[in-house]
Structure formats: structure tokens, C-alpha cells
């Protein structure tokens, strides 16, 4: 069970593997620990009421959205993510999205 503040939530599946590498070397330089990153998503059954209030760093808010807005999703990171939800949350088995190069 994984828990953010008030809401309870159980894994069903793992949904998809991706990674996002930052190939500009003054990133690198900058911010050695966070310039390759790799993303598990979970497909979850959310099994108590309650919102999901704890935000990452960064993180500017913490939404539900109706998964066949596809507008919804232009602003999901890292980008092949969100360019690919509707596929991986309807796939029975984990999708691999490769890696995402940013400048």
C-alpha cells in the first residue's frame, strides 16, 4: 500500500519503464545525481478517500484528470509519458518507451 497524506493507494500493475538522460554538460557538471533518471509507472487502485496533497520539489500540483482528455496530458513529465498514457494504461503487459535525450 502507498500512501501520499490522506490517500491510500494499492499497485495493480507496473505499467511502463522509461528513462530521460540530460546531455548538456553543464547540467551534468551542475547536477551529477539527476542526470539520468529512470521511471517506473504503476497502474494503482486507489482503496481509501482522502487527496493526494505531498508534492515532490519542484512539483507545481498534485491533479486528477479525466484520462480521455488528451490536453490533460500535454504537460505530464518526462514527455513520452504523457504522449503515451491512453497506450499504457490500456496494455496488459509493461511498455518500455526508450529514452528521452534532453539538451
Known amino acids: 500500500m ?5 490517500l491510500h493507494s494499492a499497485p495493480v500493475r507496473l505499467a511502463d519503464i522509461s528513462e530521460s538522460i540530460y546531455t548538456d554538460p553543464e547540467v551534468q557538471k551542475s547536477d551529477p545525481d539527476y542526470t539520468h533518471k529512470v521511471y517506473f509507472v504503476f ?6 478517500d482522502g487527496e493526494a496533497t505531498n508534492k515532490d520539489d519542484l512539483q507545481i500540483d498534485c491533479v486528477w484528470v479525466d484520462i480521455d482528455d ?7 513529465f518526462p514527455r ?3 504522449e503515451n498514457l491512453r497506450e499504457i ?10 529514452t528521452e535525450y534532453i539538451n
Open 80 to 82: 513520452t509519458i504523457g
Open 2 to 6: 502507498y500512501r501520499r497524506n490522506r
Open 89 to 98: 494504461l490500456n496494455s496488459d503487459s509493461p511498455k518500455f518507451l526508450g
Open 70 to 76: 488528451s490536453a490533460a496530458f500535454e504537460r505530464t
Open 43 to 48: 497502474v494503482c487502485e486507489i482503496i481509501s
